[in-house]
């Protein structure tokens, strides 16, 4: 119900900002991924 909401209001505000703030949140998602798969082979290479 929140994330609705908030999704309207910016799209009403500004649909850029979304679109950059969702971008940036990607990426860190994805470096937060990286990273975990480097310390995992990490780990199995021993």
Same mark, same amino acid.
């Given at each position: 119900?929140?994330?609705?909401? !908030? ?11 979304? =679109? @950059?703030?969702?971008? !940036? ?11 975990? =798969? @480097? ?8």
């Amino acid at each position: 119900m929140l994330t609705i909401g !908030s999704f309207a209001r910016v799209d009403v505000l500004d649909p850029d900002d979304y =679109l @950059r703030d969702w971008k !940036s949140r990607r990426l860190g998602a994805l470096r937060s991924a990286a990273a975990s =798969l @480097r310390n995992l082979t990490r780990l199995l290479d021993g």
